[in-house]
């Protein structure tokens, strides 16, 4: 059968496809109630193309027909006795009318849209309402508008994982529940104003506290990435560093708002979770991209932390600046200098360049993110890989109400610890595969060297280059890579062999297959159904009623600013010609005159 539409489309509807619709109504059939029998002909209705006028609709019958004139299509269902279920009395389901003739159907409703994008929500929240009334279209050859597509998209939304004002009222519950399934958990939530709106959510797992002070390096990254669901905010997190450079959330917040105030209370609380006032505690390395408020938290609850940049944020505002991508190699060849002295031969290279490079380094002192004179130990850790992992948590989750954002995060890291626990069940060296590498080279490269023995403990290395010093006993070395990395460098390596020494003994305790397995020993505890909190009490708010926070989002589309993977890593090197010393090709391809 094909209905020639309107605007001249032409649909076909297949016959099996038809007697399939005809046949799901006869005489007899049941519906559990009235509302049940009335989407079942809605969904006939725009099946087969024909518009559904209802004549009687109330708790005992429901009668519809055809809303042509002279149709005889006509259907009367009426409630069976003593029972909710409604059944089909009567039932004429000739069609003699043409049918709708163009895409736009009174039946394809918001209630129907949502039905009918239902499933595909619960897999993708992503869904977008374009999507959504290109598929209707092609699927069920119904035309539906933007708004009719967004509301039931939100409709929906609603009714898989609840309201977002229903997610602010059941948080504290929701963090009772987590400190339930996870003990020794952080979990709370605070509001603000006599109208109780949320201000804050905080969570650190158990599992995640026990894993960093098991093995991870003492090394956070601090950032924040915004959120632009309805009530906007923005998630906050401490993340560290496992021994193979997998990322480790520790802590994790919900802030109504990016402000100094918000960083102040998540350093205090993420003081509380370490605490600080013990001698087991490390002193931290902290990288962040140093915003006033950051700075300013930092060293009132870490006074004693290393505070350095972010390098990929300083790397970018020194590239925006200068635009010169001959400067911008020399910049990263002084980043990754191990002594002053290197550093500073970069530095009058750059000055030689540019005299305004002088003034840029006053806005961005060299102690606070040169690996020659930062104090902290980053261990190669450079950038923030948290950057990415916070960007595409707000991309993932900012559809979805504050208790299923927080649940997705928590699967993700439970998962996180599930793999790289049964990952490392399989691994049969002594160190993590990336230490084993490093070593391996370090070993390979330590063939070249000269070694002579001072004494017990000390030896002199000797290379074309220069010669450097090696202490075993403290680990260190003249290089300074040892201190720097964990693990022995070349020379080290050499001075190690040379007296028979494992070298893979001398590598810090964190890199150990057996503290990374302990670092993932725990398991992050799953927090049973919201339908199940209502043990604990009626009132599942208990007497804090959170509301939610007064900024709402603008109306309009927002702007969306897009972080490309390859802008958090270092940027390609350029080549520059020998011979002519312009950029983009190697003197061997030189075709310039001389």
Known sequence: MQC???????????????????HTLAVGKEFPDVETCRRAL????????????????????FIAKCSKEGCPWRIHAAK????????????NGEHTCEGVRDLHHQQASVGWVARSVEARIRDNPQYKPKEILQDIRDEHGVAVSYMQAWRGKERSMAALHGTYEEGY????????QIKLVNPGSFASVSASGPENCFQRLFIAYRACISGFFSACRPLLELDRAHLKGKYLGAILCAAAVDADDGLFPLAIAIVDNESDENWSWFLSELRKLLGMNTDSMPRLTILSERQIGIVEAVGTHFPTAFHGFCLRYVSENFRDTFKNTKLVNIFWNAVYALTAAEFESKITEMVEISQDVVQWFELFPPHLWAVAYFQGVRYGHFGLGITEVLYNWALECHELPIIQMMEHIRHQISSWFDSRRDMSMRW?????????????????????????????????IVSTERTNIVDIRTRVCSCRRWQLYGLPCAHAAAALISCGRDVHMFAEPCFTVAAYQQTYSQMIGEVPDRSLWKEEG???GGSLRIRPPKTRRPPGRPKKKVVRVENLKRPKRIVQCGRCH??????????QPI
């Open 582 to 591: 312009l950029l983009g090709h190697s003197q061997k391809k030189c075709t």
């Open 80 to 91: 069976c006795p003593g029972v909710s279920t409604f059944s089909v009395r009567t039932l």
């Open 4 to 22: 020639l539409m309107a605007d001249g489309a032409l649909i076909t509807l297949d016959s099996d496809d038809i007697l399939s619709a005809e």
């Open 42 to 61: 809605k969904d006939l209705a725009i099946a087969l193309h024909f518009d559904l006028r209802i004549v009687k609709s109330d708790r005992s019958r």
């Open 538 to 540: 009626e009132d599942v």
């Open 428 to 460: 049969n060296s002594l160190l993590v595969p990336s230490a084993e590498r490093r070593i391996t080279e370090a070993v390979s490269d330590a063939r070249c060297y000269q070694v002579l023995r001072a004494n017990e403990v000390e030896f002199e």
């Open 169 to 176: 009222r059941f948080l504290p519950a929701y963090c009772e």
